[in-house]
């Protein structure tokens, strides 16, 4: 039986921008953060440019990009804006994610089923600029199957039904993130999966041997306040070893 890839851990920095601009100045510093979580163990830092720029700024993006050695996955929306942006940086990845101006935090997946004529020469460009492009979906089939059809080498499941459910209903939601990680490998593409999770809720989502990467930030960030967000890292990462050597 062949043993599941390593899985990566993806720290998401986003909420650490939001506190030092609740104050305005430089601190605390997103690139700092960045700094500890590779050395506490993250694979790649994250990093979600919103339109409204309530957290991340676009100076942040290129010092990220100037100062981090690990791989950088730009979170942005699916807009002219932002794909300047991102062909102008290259960062290692783009991962497109729906943006309301109105939310607090990303709300579901993109529809790439129903979006498809504006998603796919986007893909394209990203793509052919050599960046990874991943898109953040709900674990739902005909997602995927769209997914594959535009192009996109990487699918990012949406794991806040499941962080946020409770019993019958969270193996419930548990079970189509499986389903689709499964899926995922079927149609070859490298599968992901982020949103919510916690020290609680990722032992079983790291334990599904199709995935290859998990993205974290807000709780990381939360949790860094009480131990330290080396601390916390190094512990989300041995969650998830255990997890995937069980």
């Given at each position: ?118 998603l796919e020469p986007i ?55 499986e389903a ?67």
């Amino acid at each position: 039986m062949t043993a599941p890839p390593f899985l990566r851990l993806g720290v998401n920095i986003d909420h650490v921008a939001t506190i030092r601009n609740a104050r305005g100045g430089a601190f605390p510093d997103p690139i700092r953060a960045a700094q500890l979580a590779v050395q506490a163990g993250a694979d790649g830092i994250t990093a979600h440019l919103r339109e409204d720029r309530r957290h991340i700024s676009d100076g942040d993006i290129a010092r990220l990009r100037a100062e981090i050695a690990k791989p950088l996955n730009l979170e942005m929306a699916a807009t002219e804006e932002m794909v300047a942006i991102a062909l102008k940086h290259k960062p290692h990845a783009c991962c497109l994610v729906p943006e309301r101006r109105e939310e607090r935090t990303t709300e579901g997946g993109l529809d790439v089923a129903g979006g498809r004529a504006h998603l796919e020469p986007i893909v394209r460009r990203l793509v052919g600029a050599g960046i990874r492009v991943s898109l953040f979906v709900e674990p739902d089939s005909g997602q995927l199957a769209a997914a594959k059809a535009i192009g996109a080498p990487v699918v990012e499941l949406h794991t806040g039904a499941y962080c946020e459910a409770q019993g019958a209903a969270q193996a419930a939601q548990l079970a189509r993130i499986e389903a689709a990680a499964a899926q995922a490998a079927r149609l070859g593409l490298e599968c992901h999966a982020g949103h919510g999770l916690a020290y609680e809720s990722v032992g079983p989502v790291a334990a599904i041997p199709t995935l290859v990467e998990l993205n974290i930030g807000h709780f990381l960030v939360g949790e860094a306040i009480f131990v330290g967000f080396e601390v916390a890292i190094r512990r989300m990462r041995q969650r998830m070893d255990e997890a995937r050597r069980r």
